[in-house]
């Protein structure tokens, strides 16, 4: 099995019979959409760094990718690789000089790291087969920044 | 003017006239204590480092911490240097090798992952007489614990 590039298409909140749950939306190459429900504090952290929004002190994840660069490594990829009882795996991969670095994390920590270090985010072909629904399949969503603003 | 070394007592929650407020406070070597509010999610993770608390996937601040260790780069001190308009501000002291590196931060990452990291917390001279405040003027606090459990 192979991975397959994603896009991140945003943030949105889904209203369910126990209250409103933040989401993360990828975009698949065969037109699907990988919905990963994630926390709130995440969820913001993704909003900004979608937007380019600059926090008036450093985020954590704005601390985290500036600390790397300050080191000059540099993130290489964050593959979403795993889907277990429910919970979504990821694997951040990084390098610096010659030496690479793979380390486990949530998917939420590694899309909010990627987009500020303008990485690519691959996805595991089985996690896309077992969790990508289609458009019409989708729970209702509504955009985070309604909540927020 | 110096620094002095500080230690973590713990995370807690000031109830005031607009709600409940977490903050983390400081020991000083006077035997005062340093207040800084926080949010409530810095809190939690602030609160899981000094009680140990592993979770089932790493947090931001357990995966910040892991790939510095990955890259050898320690932690060497957080200094808490700058109160202005109420906000006070951090720097995070790292080394690798021969290389050292200084980053803005908020306090509450800077405490969160000098915590995991086991790295000294220092208080500038001057914060520690604009905010320290004596035992009996620390407004009322309830231990996070209580709220979280």
Redesign the interface.
Known sequence: MGVMDASVRGVFFTTSAGGAVPAVLLNLPSGKTLPIYI?L??AISINNALNDDLLP?????D??V???E??G?SVKRLTIDDLRDG?FYAT?A?V?GD?E?S????PS?GIAIALRARAPIAIEEMVAEKAGVEEEDLPEFVDLSTYLS
């Not at 002190?57 to 994840?61: C, D, E, F, K, S």
């Open positions: 926390g504090w995440e002190r450093p985020g954590t994840h601390l985290f500036a600390m790397l300050s080191y490594i919970v951040l990084s610096r030496g670095e380390l486990d994390c949530r920590d």
